[in-house]
């Protein structure tokens, strides 16, 4: 039986293992917002109970079993997400951190049941894939983060990851930019030094910083 503390663990170094990003105890600390001796000996407990595994670098990777409980968290959470925007007209910022307190007290029944209600829907409100609905989760070739997109380029927005430090700021901030998924972008600057990207989106001109574009996946349109 896991802790609503360890699912939180699990859900964030899944998010990050299927995007290719390094998952570290130091990022793990920054999202959680909790101390690294507090992540390292929640880390330990959970390599004990077979969830993850810690090579000599202290890089982590989940288990199978570990794995198991991070998609069907994310199946759950990504659902009550969906649910949330789509019926209920919730704020599609705020809708990460409610999901979070609703998943972990709804049974695997209820949220078949409302998966099914919503038509097995592939994505969340923010372009991310819901395991069990999609086979793959990771996402494509042809995806990239904004962070790395080139001066002229025209883009699609595709995903928003979920795992930054102040998840819901990221989300309400990027919103009111436009920058949602669906969204089309042409690259005006790229400042040098990482320096912040320039770009349209509709009529609007947005300049944004290298960090939060790496939270921004984009395609070629």
Not at 3 to 28: H, K
Not at 72 to 92: A, N
Not at 174 to 179: A, D, E, I, R, V
């Amino acid at each position: 039986m896991t802790t609503p503390t360890i699912e939180a663990y699990l859900e964030i170094i899944y998010m990050m293992s299927v995007e290719g990003q390094p998952v570290i105890g130091a990022r793990l600390a920054e999202s959680l917002h909790v101390s690294r001796p507090t992540v390292t000996a929640t880390l330990k407990r959970m390599a004990r109970d077979g969830l993850i595994k810690l090579d000599m670098h202290k890089a982590i990777t989940m288990t199978t079993k570990g794995q198991a409980i991070a998609e069907r968290l994310q199946h759950r959470h990504r659902i009550v997400e969906r649910w949330l925007t789509d019926t209920l007209g919730y704020d599609w910022a705020k809708s990460d951190a409610e999901a979070h307190r609703l998943e972990h007290a709804m049974s695997d029944e209820v949220a078949e049941l409302l998966n099914k209600h919503l038509g097995y829907p592939t994505t969340c409100p923010h372009g991310n894939p819901i395991p069990g609905n999609v086979k793959s989760m990771a996402p494509s070739a042809k995806m990239f983060q904004l962070s790395a997109a080139k001066q002229g380029d025209a883009l699609v927005i595709t995903r928003i990851s979920e795992y930054a430090e102040n998840v819901s700021e990221l989300l309400d901030y990027l919103g009111s930019q436009g920058t949602v998924p669906g969204a089309k972008i042409s690259i005006v600057e790229v400042a040098p030094l990482r320096g912040p990207l320039t770009f349209k989106v509709g009529s609007r001109t947005v300049a944004m910083s290298r960090e939060v574009a790496s939270y921004v996946w984009v395609k070629k349109e």
